[in-house]
């Protein structure tokens, strides 16, 4: 018997969110699926903890799930996975001691991405360094009890061709904080706030600038000092990537066409 730590991804379109909720599909309980069928253990045995919670719709290219599992080869474990998932990918295992918590992480990276046309990038690039560093987000976060005081390690903004990518990296965040932070980068990007009004927002004035769609934000990374990931063997998603990308290929031709 092992605890692992297994990266994974999914889009968030095929979920009603991360944690288990009676009556709808989410990622937790899809993981919790696989490794029922794999393992053959009962659910308070496999002991399932994901480090990082993402809402309806938000994508990951690699939020952590830990566990016990009876496979202890780690390649075993992560073809067995991607065998049997169907909007799930495991990207990467490692062993982990019991005790290990996968909501301490050192860092979590988050990449949202916009339009370019019509942005002030400079303009967005301004904005976005104003929640560089602590501050107190309450205007910036759907409230839950927490304290809204905490650091914003970097917020960078990059032109890449015809979009424009927001990177976040902090220890944790709020709920809806980095959705709501990208309306208010997008609002002063598009002409219809400015950096000022941002900055008094986060001063605490009573101003919202909105909620960014969930569907363009993914949880890129979760990090934890001195753990390493190994990537499965060759093969393992099967055809599962090449049939994706082909059906996006489709809808790309579909929609030029118009």
């Known amino acids: ?13 095929h979920f009603s969110g991360s944690q288990i909720q009676p009556g709808s599909r989410t990622v937790e309980g899809e993981v919790l699926s696989d490794l029922r069928t794999i393992t053959k253990m009962p659910d308070e045995k496999i002991d399932l903890k994901l480090a990082s919670r993402t809402d ?5 290219l690699g939020n952590v799930a830990v566990f016990n599992s009876c496979i202890d080869d780690l390649d075993v474990l992560l073809r067995a996975l991607n065998a049997v998932s169907k909007d799930i990918f495991y990207r990467g295992a490692a062993c982990v001691d019991d ?5 301490f992480a050192n860092v979590r990276r ?5 339009p370019s046309r019509g942005m002030d990038v400079p303009a967005m690039k301004s904005c976005a360094e104003l929640f560089v560093g602590e501050h107190d987000f309450t205007r910036f976060c759907k409230p839950d009890g927490k304290s809204a005081v905490l650091t914003l390690d970097s917020v960078n903004v990059l032109k890449m061709g015809d979009v424009i990518i927001i990177d976040f990296s902090a220890r944790y965040y709020l709920w809806n904080m980095i959705r709501r932070i990208v309306a208010a980068i997008s609002a002063v990007g ?11 927002a986060l001063g605490g004035k009573d101003v919202t600038f909105g909620l960014a769609r969930p569907d363009a934000l993914t949880l890129m990374d979760v990090c934890y000092d001195g753990l390493e990931f190994a990537a499965p063997s060759a093969g393992a998603f099967g055809g599962r990537v ?10 790309d031709m579909f929609f030029t066409s118009l």
């Not at 090449?242 to 809808?251: H, S």
Request: charged share 35%; net charge neutral.
């Open 242 to 251: 090449d049939e994706e990308m082909f059906k996006d290929q489709l809808r």
């Open 99 to 103: 005790d290990f918590n996968p909501r």
């Open 190 to 200: 598009s002409g219809n706030s400015s950096v000022s009004e941002v900055r008094d």
């Open 110 to 114: 988050y990449r949202y991405v916009l």
């Open 56 to 60: 309806r719709g938000v994508n990951s």
């Open 1 to 13: 018997m092992i605890r692992a730590a297994v990266k994974i991804a999914y889009l968030g379109e």
